[in-house]
């Protein structure tokens, strides 16, 4: 079935062709290139787009007997010197004091620990002032607004809206920092102190 649709397909191909010719060129030659194509993806012979055989392993993949010669480990040490061994706490205290200084004293268990330092006491923190809490709004609040006095309602939800003397409505929104943003049905925004 597939040689047929390949057999097809290029016999279309070739009426397409002298269809272009006979435009003018104007719609292009789908043909073009086409041969070229098959003969690089479908063809027995070799592909001159495929890698050059330069490495054992595509030589390997590609069939060819390979003789690669033997790793062999390095001559002589190669792990680098061992540092000179640092002396333990052990060490350093058995070893006797160096010439004209004096061994320092021993102090067992009864011998009395001495005394630690003592770190100034810092001062107390001054007191933060407390913030108050934002007044609740209760509906039927009237609100200074350039445009008028607002009036603030509770709607659905807990939503507050403000109505202007002119009738404009839209959404309330307390900022909790002593204003309020009313943001009207016209995406004006105003911003305003809150009630207290």
Not at 74 to 84: A, D, F, K, Q, Y
Request: with cysteine.
């Amino acid at each position: 079935m597939r040689p047929f649709a390949i057999l097809g397909l290029l016999v279309s191909l070739t009426a397409c062709q002298s269809i272009g010719d006979t435009v003018g060129g104007i719609v292009g030659n789908p043909a073009d290139g086409l041969f070229d194509l098959f003969g690089d993806t479908i063809s027995f012979k070799s592909n001159p787009n495929r890698p050059v055989p330069e490495s054992d392993t595509i030589r390997r993949a590609m069939g060819e007997d390979v003789q690669s010669e033997p790793m062999l480990s390095e001559g002589g040490n190669i792990w680098p010197v061992m540092p000179r061994q640092e002396p333990t706490m052990q060490d350093l205290q058995k070893a006797p004091p160096p010439v004209g200084q004096k061994p320092a004293p021993v102090q067992g268990s009864s011998t009395p620990p001495a005394p630690m330092p003592v770190a100034p006491v810092a001062a107390a923190p001054a007191p933060v002032p407390s913030v108050a809490a934002p007044a609740i709004i209760v509906p039927g609040t009237a609100v200074a607004t350039p445009k008028g006095n607002a009036i603030i309602t509770n709607g659905q939800n807990g939503i507050m809206s403000y109505t202007l003397p002119s009738g404009a409505t839209g959404r309330a929104i307390d900022n909790g920092n002593g204003t309020m943003t009313l943001i009207g049905a016209d995406g004006q925004v105003i911003s305003v102190p809150a009630p207290r």
